[in-house]
């Protein structure tokens, strides 16, 4: 009794487990697909990366009010941060030493086709041009899906053709989009496969013709999507076009976009998108959009700031103070006065000079006499 319980209680557990994880799983899936990654860098005058500016990211909420989203400071590398749809602003204040070149950004990251979980079918292709009742039975399934937020599905396939066809107005549920819910929902005999097949059909089909298909056999567009539908038939429902072909072609494209060898495989960023019908009796929907995780790179700018040099203004200079002059040592002797001769014997000299000259003249005139008398 015990043990029974216990199994019981690990099978809940089990479940539980099991249940969480797909509504993880889930969840991730869709919010994902549309984020970006955004890459900021802040630079200087030489668009060399500059560090110490503060950086902040916000956006503005449903009631006006501004929301931070990010915020840190600059280095060497620019900064990356994982944004989902809608408009950011990002403001800078600039490190020391710098002035602020670009004060904010604005940039949008746009969403992808729809993120609604709920759509409303339009049915399109009414008349298929075929002529033939594979074809017309074709076309009566095909159609738009809109979704609850406004965004159109392009066009859209059906799948479980035993039941009724889907008609306007029909309501259905956005499922995540992977392989096993594709095979929960369909009834294919190669299961492992049906994803990349069916995508396969879809990228070389109506409306992306990837490898020409539609115009190699001169088709319309309603003849095109219908056999764009019997090929995806052929792999979701093991329904195989009717064996009454007649080399037409219709019959042509349909087989081409079922051979893998004449189309060509899906890229890697298209996703299927799965569409359970909300009344069961009605067949489900499968179609297909192309994503692209956007990347942004931005740059805020710095300019060197220039401090204006201020002169110093000249302070006054206190006057030296003169040195005085430092005393002799010695005493200056006095100088000696001049012999100071008597006035008499002054005059004694005078007169023996006087009378020197007179003897000197006479002796001259003496001989100029003689030497006249010679002559």
């Not at 408009?87 to 086709?113: H, L, W």
């Not at 009414?126 to 033939?132: A, K, R, S, Y």
Request: hydrophobic letters at 35%.
């Amino acid at each position: 009794m015990r043990k029974a319980m216990k199994a019981s209680v690990f099978a809940v557990l089990a479940l539980i487990f099991t249940v969480a994880m797909f509504i993880a799983n889930t969840t991730t899936a869709f919010a994902a697909e549309g984020d970006t990654t955004v890459k900021i860098s802040v630079t200087d005058d030489s668009n060399q990366p500059l560090s110490g500016a503060l950086v902040t990211v916000s956006h503005k909420g449903a009631d006006g009010s501004t929301v931070q989203d990010a915020s840190w400071t600059s280095t060497n590398q620019p900064h990356e941060l994982t944004l989902s749809a809608g408009t950011y602003t990002v403001k800078q204040t600039a490190p020391q030493s710098y002035t602020v070149k670009d004060a904010e950004k604005t940039f949008t990251i746009t969403a992808p086709i729809s993120t609604s979980k709920h759509a409303t079918f339009t049915k399109v292709f009414t008349e298929p041009g075929v002529g033939t009742w594979p074809g017309t039975a074709a076309a009566h399934v095909l159609g738009d899906l809109v979704g609850d937020d406004g965004k159109v599905h392009t066009v859209v396939y059906c799948f479980n053709n035993t039941k009724k066809v889907p008609e306007t107005g029909l309501g259905y549920e956005r499922m995540q989009g992977n392989e096993d819910t594709f095979v929960s929902l369909a009834h294919p005999n190669h299961k492992s496969d049906l994803y990349s097949n069916v995508s396969r059909v879809i990228w070389n089909g109506y409306p992306n013709d990837a490898s020409g298909i539609k115009e190699k056999y001169n088709l319309t567009n309603d003849e095109f999507a219908a056999a764009t539908q019997w090929a995806i038939w052929h792999y979701t429902d093991n329904t195989d076009y009717p064996a009454y072909r007649d080399g037409g072609n219709f019959d042509n494209a349909y087989l081409d976009l079922v051979d893998s060898s004449k189309a060509e495989a899906a890229p890697a960023n298209m996703v299927l998108d799965i569409y359970k019908a909300d009344n069961d009796r009605y067949q489900n929907a499968v179609t297909a959009h192309f994503y692209t995780n956007q990347s942004i790179e931005l740059s805020l700018a710095n300019t060197k700031s220039v401090t204006p040099v201020t002169p110093e203004t000249p302070k006054p200079q206190t006057p030296t103070t003169p040195v005085t002059p430092s005393k002799p040592t010695t005493t200056p002797s006095n100088p000696s006065k001049p012999a100071v001769q008597s006035l008499a014997a002054t005059g004694v000299n005078v007169v023996a000079a006087a009378m020197s000259m007179i003897s000197l003249a006479g002796v001259a005139t003496a001989a100029m006499v003689v030497s006249r008398q010679r002559v």
